[in-house]
Nanobody
Framework: QVQLVEFGGGLVQPGGSLRPSCAVSGTIFGIRARGWYRQAPGKQRELVAGITSSGTTNYPDSVKGRFTISRDSAKNTLYLQMNSLKPEDTAVYYC?????????WGQGTQVTVSS
């Protein structure tokens, strides 16, 4: 059975950095893309970083230049390096894998940016 587990969130001051991770257990076939999403209270879930199976990345303007998505295939782990964090980055962050058969989501990790 496939499971995605995020960890590495937490509380950080504005301007600080965090690197949440998404560890995958089980084998996922037919991966098309991987991504990180976030959902703040009262807001819709939004994509903050995506990477295709060929390695092409995409970011919304709100995080471009501050966030970097990467993967370690040997460790079966997806990362999100977040720098220059702002209070508006506060949200629950989720990883997602899109496959030819459907999508898998993690349970989320809380990121709070506050002084």
């Amino acid at each position: 059975q496939v499971q995605l587990v995020e960890f590495g969130g937490g509380l950080v001051q504005p301007g600080g950095s965090l690197r949440p991770s998404c560890a995958v257990s089980g084998t996922i076939f037919g991966i098309r893309a991987r991504g990180w999403y976030r959902q703040a209270p009262g807001k819709q879930r939004e994509l903050v970083a995506g990477i295709t199976s060929s390695g092409t990345t995409n970011y919304p303007d709100s995080v471009k230049g501050r966030f970097t998505i990467s993967r370690d295939s040997a460790k079966n782990t997806l990362y999100l390096q977040m720098n220059s964090l702002k209070p508006e980055d506060t949200a629950v962050y989720y990883c997602k894998y899109d496959t030819i058969a459907g999508s898998y989501w993690g349970q989320g990790t809380q990121v709070t940016v506050s002084s």
